[in-house]
């Protein structure tokens, strides 16, 4: 009795190892994003100088080209996101003595770095010597090596029909099953995938689109209430939302490998590859080209600004954001931008006054923002942010700056008491006096929460969502409200 269970585990894993070896495909399947378009990106942020090889490489056909992409770029295996069920059921199949087997169309140097780091696989085929291993080349390779259905094989796509119906047992991490010539139908195998539909409009940021609203800003300080200017913020408002729209889609794909090793952003969904990335990259121009068309239908200073806009936006995608402070002060901009947009969509002039405190005010914010990340990063035992110029050893100065920063904008609203434009907008003055101490209150307990670590890494969204600060913008407008009557 003491034998019977050894005995009946080593039965088990002959039978298995008499099983045809499992082949398993890479991009879309064993992983969820796909390394081909990972490598492109990889390559576009770290030699952006050189995309104009891109479209060159191209005349070397498909196994040329990833060739070309793979011998440029390093990657990081262990951030790629894995389907884990999938993977553990490899794992499971090897321990029981099957064969198991990576067929994949991305290059070999990829595969086998992959490959190697998983350590699953008793075999590589990919990619390589001019022949670019997918559908029937790839079905070709298998039946070559294990007879035609003489090996079962988990895939993804269209394109994999061919190696299904060559395949003894056909199976698909797709929940919709794909139907072969041979009248069978794939099965599931691996983690259901969520909806691409659900993951882009997630992508796309909405909550994000509460910092668009500053574009109504000079129409409520010009107190320009009519039909006209409220058309024409709601405008700026739909551009600058595009816009942004447009950025994070293209600053997530490039920051997808970075996302990864973050303990929050790598839930984004390009990083957890829940949104394909060819869809994310064609998307970005489409919405940015929409906000274009719309600046031409309102005015030409608009459609000027947001050009301004999507070019610093691109800016900090591509460099700016990986700049000791520059990327601090871009941000502040960023939001300065908007408030411009709002101007130039309605035609009312922004005084110095409300630039002034706008810049400072967001400078802090931006400045919060990054302590913040630093501050988590310090508690989970980490020096440097990946992707960032900072480590945590900047967490000090970073904090003065800001408070500094929001101070300085409380000093600013305070002069602008003694501005002309005072007296003509507010008969009661007086009562803005009272934006003062809820200004400080406002600022300084976030800065303290944001020192205890309870303040996420965006303020915007954390302030959106916390009582005290709603009640405090309550107050302010009501205040102002009293002023102007």
């Known amino acids: 009795m003491i034998e019977a269970e050894p005995i009946q585990s080593r039965q088990a894993a002959a039978d298995r190892a ?30 952006f100088w050189q995309a104009w090889l891109l479209p060159l490489w191209l005349f070397l056909g498909k196994a040329g080209f990833k060739d070309k992409i793979a011998g440029r770029v390093e990657f990081e295996p262990s951030a790629l996101p894995y389907d884990k069920q ?92 794909f139907r072969l010539p041979d009248g069978r139908s794939t099965e599931q195998m691996g983690t259901n995938r969520s909806s691409v539909l659900r993951a882009f409009f997630k992508a796309l940021r909405p909550r994000q689109w509460l910092k668009n609203l500053l574009v109504f800003v000079p129409m409520l300080a010009g107190h320009a209430f009519t039909a006209g200017t409220l058309y024409q913020s709601i405008a700026a408002f739909v551009a600058f939302s595009l816009c942004a729209s447009s950025a994070y889609l293209l600053n997530d794909a490039l920051d997808a490998h970075d996302d990864r090793l973050h ?32 600046c031409l239908q309102t005015t030409p200073l608009l459609l000027a600004m947001v050009l301004v806009y999507l070019a610093s936006t691109l800016a900090y995608s591509f460099s700016l954001k990986r700049l000791l402070m520059i ?8 939001y300065t931008m908007r408030i411009l947009g709002g101007s130039a969509a309605t035609g009312i002039a922004p005084s110095f006054w409300l630039l002034a405190f706008s810049f400072f005010i967001f400078l802090s914010l931006a400045l919060l923002k990054r302590y913040s990340e630093l501050f988590n990063l310090h508690r989970a035992g980490k020096e440097k942010t990946s ?96 002023a102007a009557l």
């Open 18 to 47: 008499g099983e045809p070896p499992l082949v398993v495909d890479l991009d879309g399947t064993l992983i969820y994003s796909d390394m081909l378009w990972e490598s492109i990106l990889l390559f576009l942020k770290t030699q």
């Open 86 to 177: 999938l993977l553990a059921h490899l794992r499971q199949e090897r321990q029981a003595g099957r064969r198991i087997v990576l067929a994949t169309g991305s290059e070999r140097r990829v595969a086998e770095g992959i490959a190697g780091h998983l350590g699953v696989f008793d075999e590589v085929l990919a990619t390589g010597d001019g022949i670019n291993l997918t559908s029937s080349n790839k079905a070709q390779a298998l039946v070559g090596l294990y007879g035609h259905k003489g090996f079962d094989y988990i895939g993804n796509s269209r394109v994999d029909i061919p190696v299904w119906h060559a395949a003894r047992g056909a199976y698909s991490v797709t929940t919709r099953p």
């Open 263 to 294: 303990p929050t952003k790598c839930k984004r969904p390009i990083a957890a590859g829940t949104l394909p990335l060819p869809l994310a990259l064609a998307a970005s121009p489409l919405l940015a080209l929409s906000a274009v068309v719309l």
């Open 327 to 334: 990327d601090i002060v871009t941000l502040a901009m960023l």
């Open 387 to 482: 992707g960032r110029s900072y480590t945590t050893a900047d967490k000090a100065p970073v904090g003065v700056m800001g408070v500094a920063s929001a101070f300085m904008s409380v000093l600013i609203f305070m002069l602008y008491f003694n501005s002309s434009n005072v007296l003509l907008l507010y008969p009661h003055a007086q009562a803005l006096l009272g934006i003062v101490p809820l200004l400080v209150l406002w600022l300084g307990r976030l800065w303290i929460l944001a020192a205890r670590g309870q303040v996420n890494e965006d303020p915007v969204l954390y302030v959106s969502k916390d009582g005290p600060s709603l009640i405090i913008f309550a107050l302010c407008g009501a205040l102002a409200v009293v």
